[in-house]
């Protein structure tokens, strides 16, 4: 990518490449005017090299050219003559290529280093081992004002002026040992040409030929293509719509997209990218260049100055959502190369590093993955040079923690976390522990935010490190983190773990949140919350699992007069307000839901009535309707006075159903994907003696729903074993423990 030379050259170094582990915070400028100076922090992970070995890149260094196995770079020594380097990925060697007076580089899109000193073009082949090494002199190929306008790896594309004042476009390759000269222009009134960028195959030429323009002669502006491989003649474009270009124009080229600057007659420059993305450039964007594209991502700005200076951002912009707000990559650039890969590297600086950066990614219009691939070593104040945190962590297993780490440019640094989760705004704040040596920080998350699983959905993290010596401000770093757990029924406050609603004697509601798994072999209660009274008003109130098709669990409430209320969790362990769903609902004993009774993802109802008949209400997914006509099951079922739905239990794919009769003994009927049960099978007997058996989801973290009972003599957690003969084992937990006749409703 060739664009002009900033007025001041910027610090580079050569070292191993520093790998980008965290996203960037960045923020959205308006879309025509100058994008407005904002903060952003780029989170890059140190390489583990001593300090001491690194090979710094001297500070004025400026990427030219970058290939498959490393860049060319340009440099001022101390004679002010100009010293062309080649910089290796693989070993981090540095090749020279040229020194001198008023010697030149040229992007090439590839491994070979192109330069010109006094009219002699050399090409260079910078792989080992080299294929192609050759020099030209353009006068001598051609003729005398013959001028090099493009270079696309070994090729060179050279503007030919004719008798008659026009010029003519020609590319110069070396097949087989012998040099080779193809005409690519076919009309004969050309004025000039450049190429602006390529793809390494193909390449895209802005040009101008002199046209009948009303009673005289102007020039008219084209766009054109050709293919480096076969040296087709240019395939124009036509004029139509393409404005007038300098020699400062600048584009890139991928195999997705091009672009350049053009300088539309009586308007303002703007960077037009095919596919139909237009990006005016007022103000002080009116100088900017196409610094390249990386996936699906138009880079773009005004070349800067040295870090210090006023900031000359590098600005992203989506090409595939035109609407999208450009945002700030970097604090500053100065030049920039596009490589083979599709890559570009940058030469410039954030808050996180100072060097040249490679711009990865991009895909759908995603903000690019910066990696510092060479760092100047500069330090002017305490920097976040680090970041290892995970995009996204699935804290449903047992013990799973987030792990997470900073690196500081340098010790002796308090470091402060602030992790915040953006549905709900709770926050976990914290001082790391300092590390017993070095300047890296490392924290491990269990999950825990305010005293209970943390609820799933995206958070963001701020790291801020302060010196201890005084010197200098604090540096901070920041970046955001997806959690995520499996869904459950019985989760009304989108945090993955079970919660048990109580009714006390004065009708407050209140939602005890437990830990996700066992600790120390009993189920542990996070939290309690009060829901709010007036609850005293219903004669059941029921979980039954996500009703209305949401993340989080429902209600259902049946009042005195016979009214059945609906209760859509809201994600946050409150409610909304109630729906009613109808009347004529008293004439059942016994209401449950919870369990998919027909295997369609959904949670369904169960009623018997005062004859015994067990009737089933598939949900249809809907808060306005949420049942579909009710199906009777069959009868016998009043011997039962406490009937619970547990969901798959036994290791079907329906859901399953417990009923306890008045001897006390519980049986399980497994579902059979129908909404019906197979024949019942007795699980034992003792149970009477608890007041309310809830089926209560996934509470140890096992994959299986479970069940609470609750009573006078205590209350249980019956772990599910996924088995039909022997479904339950038993497990201690402090849930309610001295509240045995606290409350006379539990779902």
């Known amino acids: 990518m060739q664009h002009r030379p900033s007025a001041r050259r910027v610090a580079a170094a050569v070292t191993a490449v520093l790998a980008v582990t965290a996203g960037t915070v960045l923020t959205a400028v308006p879309a025509t005017a100058a994008p407005a100076a904002v903060a952003g922090t780029t989170a890059i992970t140190a390489n583990a090299a001593d300090a001491a070995d690194e090979v710094r890149l001297p500070l004025d260094a400026q990427v030219v050219s970058a290939g498959g196995t490393g860049y060319l770079t340009s440099r001022r020594n101390d004679l002010d003559d100009t010293v062309l380097e080649w910089h290796r990925y693989s070993d981090g060697a540095v090749l020279p290529v040229a020194t001198g007076p008023g010697v030149t580089a040229y992007d090439s899109n590839s491994d070979f280093a192109v330069t010109n000193r006094e009219g002699v073009i050399s090409v260079r082949d910078m792989r080992s081992p080299a294929t192609w090494s050759p020099s030209f002199s353009l006068g001598t190929e051609f003729r005398s ?114 672009g350049w600057v053009q300088y539309p007659e009586g308007a303002s420059p703007e960077i037009v990218v095919s596919g139909g993305l237009r990006v005016p450039l007022e103000g002080a964007l009116s100088g900017a260049v196409v610094a390249g594209i990386v996936g699906d991502v138009l880079l773009y700005g005004v070349p800067g100055t040295t870090a210090g200076e006023p900031p000359s951002p590098l600005y992203g912009r989506s090409i595939t959502n035109p609407s999208a707000a450009p945002y700030k990559v970097l604090d500053n650039f100065t030049r920039s190369a596009q490589a083979p890969d599709g890559s570009v590297l940058v030469r410039g600086f954030t808050g996180a590093g100072d060097g040249i950066f490679r711009l990865g990614g991009g895909a759908g219009g995603a903000r690019p993955e910066l990696t510092l691939v060479a760092d100047t070593g500069r330090v002017s104040a305490l920097r976040v040079t680090g970041s290892k945190v995970p995009a996204s962590a699935s804290l449903e297993k047992a013990g799973a923690a987030v792990p997470m780490e900073w690196t500081l440019s340098r010790p002796g640094a308090t470091v402060d976390l602030t992790l915040t989760h953006a549905a709900t705004g709770g926050k976990l704040v914290r001082r790391l522990s300092p590390p017993v040596s070095g300047s890296t920080f490392a ?98 109130i029921e979980a039954v699992g996500n009703l209305a098709g949401s993340a989080t669990g429902d209600l259902i409430a049946l009042d005195g007069s016979g009214v059945l209320w609906h209760y859509l969790g809201r994600n946050d362990g409150t409610f909304a307000t109630r729906a009613r769903i109808g009347a004529g609902w008293g004439g059942y004993k016994q209401l449950t839901g919870g369990s998919d009774l027909n295997g369609d993802g959904r949670s369904d109802l169960l009623a018997t009535d005062a004859s015994g008949v067990l009737w089933y209400y598939r949900s249809l997914n809907s808060t306005t309707v949420p049942f579909a006509a009710r199906i009777r099951i069959g009868g016998g079922w009043g011997g039962y006075n406490q009937l619970t739905a547990v969901g798959h239990i036994a290791g079907g794919t329906a859901g399953d159903l417990v009923a306890r009769d008045t001897a006390g003994v519980l049986w399980l009927y497994q579902g059979k994907g129908d909404g019906t049960f197979a024949t019942r099978v007795r699980v034992g007997g003792g149970w009477g003696g608890f007041s309310q058996l809830v089926g209560a989801g996934d509470v140890t973290g096992d994959g299986r729903p479970d069940l609470i009972a609750y009573g006078s003599g205590g209350t249980y957690v019956y772990r599910s074993t996924g088995s039909a003969t022997t479904p339950f084992t038993r497990v201690t937990t402090n849930l309610y423990a001295g509240e045995g006749t606290k409350f006379n409703s539990v779902s």
């Open 443 to 540: 924290f491990a998350w269990d999950g825990i935010l305010n005293g209970a699983s943390a609820p799933n959905g995206s958070y963001s993290w701020q790291i801020t490190a302060t010196p201890t010596d005084g010197s200098g401000g604090p540096a901070t770093a920041s970046g955001s983190l997806l959690v995520s757990r499996a869904a459950n029924p019985h989760d009304f406050n989108d945090n993955g773990s079970t919660d048990v609603l109580a009714r006390d004697a004065a009708g407050v509601l209140w939602r005890d949140d437990l830990f996700d798994w066992p600790t120390g072999g009993q189920v542990g209660v996070a939290k309690r919350t009060r829901i709010g009274s007036g609850w005293q008003t219903y004669k059941q």
């Open 145 to 258: 004002g013959a001028t090099l306008v493009g270079v696309v790896g070994e090729n060179l594309f050279v503007s030919v002026p004719t008798t008659e004042d026009y010029h003519e476009l020609w590319q110069l390759s070396r097949v087989n040992g012998v040099n080779q000269k193809r005409k690519l222009s076919s009309r004969t009134r050309n004025l000039d040409y450049k190429v602006v960028a390529s793809n390494g195959y193909d390449l895209v030429v802005l040009g101008s030929e002199l046209t009948k323009q009303g009673g005289g002669y102007g020039p008219s502006w084209w766009t054109a293509r050709t293919n480096v491989l076969n040296g087709a003649v240019v395939d124009w474009e036509g004029s139509s719509g393409t404005g007038r270009w300098t020699h400062d124009s600048t584009g890139a080229y991928t195999t997705a997209h091009r």
